[in-house]
């Protein structure tokens, strides 16, 4: 399976502010996905997110107050914007690998003070 | 509407004993069906899936999982459980869009 760098591990940031984090994946993938997971919550998907479109975002999430690159097939930014302390979570980034299933990285622990 | 319930949210279980997490999902179609094991401040982990074929499904750790098409049902089973194995557990099913959809979880707890 695809082996997925995402980073920071963990951050402490100041309301207002904006966090992006990074996933690098290890081999080629055309499907990423983000999710948040709330504290003591499951995982909730944010957007999928394609090479060379824009990222298509569920209900309840909106491409202002959560932008997502995707410049090339392995590598996704998310950044979270205007934090406020609502927005403490873990995030984590996920990619499908056909015959596989979904791999996920080790998250982004996030808390908004 | 479309859901994957886990009507278990906590569950105690010796170390030894058997344990079975269940998992219901509501879809049209028959979905692709995951497990996903998270320890305390770690990822998520695969333990096993099901796409087609066999019902019956091995994974690591020891975990396999049968696939009920009549009663929409997906749960996991391990025979003896270990201290090792107390974690948060997490069904997940996919359908053709690969959108993946989460249960609510099910945490387990495993005493001496």
């Known amino acids: 399976s695809a082996v997925i760098s995402q980073k920071p591990s963990r951050d402490i940031c100041q309301r207002g502010t904006s966090l992006t984090i990074q996933c690098q994946v290890d081999?080629?993938?055309?499907?990423m996905f983000w999710y948040r997971q709330q504290p003591g919550q499951s995982l909730t998907l944010i957007a999928t997110?394609?090479?060379?479109?824009?990222?298509?975002?569920e209900s309840g999430f909106v491409i202002d107050k959560f932008p997502i690159s995707r410049p090339n097939l392995t590598f996704s930014t998310l950044t979270v914007s205007n934090m406020s302390p609502e927005d403490s979570s873990i995030y984590l980034c996920?990619?499908?690998?056909?015959?596989?299933?979904?791999?996920f990285g080790s998250g982004t622990r996030l808390t908004v003070v | 509407a479309q859901s994957v319930t886990q009507p278990d949210i906590h569950i105690t279980v010796s170390e030894g004993a058997s344990l079975e997490l269940r998992c219901n999902y509501s879809?049209?179609?028959?979905?692709?069906l995951f497990w996903y094991v998270q320890s305390p401040g770690q990822g998520l982990q695969l333990l096993l899936k099901?796409?087609?074929?066999?019902?019956l499904v091995q994974g690591i750790k020891g975990f396999e999982a049968e696939f009920k098409r009549s009663q929409s049902s997906f749960n996991l089973r391990k025979p003896s459980v270990h201290w090792s194995d107390a974690a948060e557990y997490f069904c997940?099913?996919?359908?053709?869009?690969?959108?993946?959809?989460f249960g609510a979880g099910t945490t387990v707890t495993v005493r001496a």
């Open positions: 996920s990619v499908e690998e056909r015959g596989y299933g979904y791999t």
């Open positions: 081999s080629q993938v055309t499907m």
């Open positions: 997110a394609n090479q060379g479109s824009e990222a298509t975002y």
């Open positions: 879809y049209g179609a028959t979905p692709y």
């Open positions: 099901y796409f087609s074929g066999d019902t």
């Open positions: 997940a099913v996919a359908l053709n869009d690969y959108k993946l959809s």
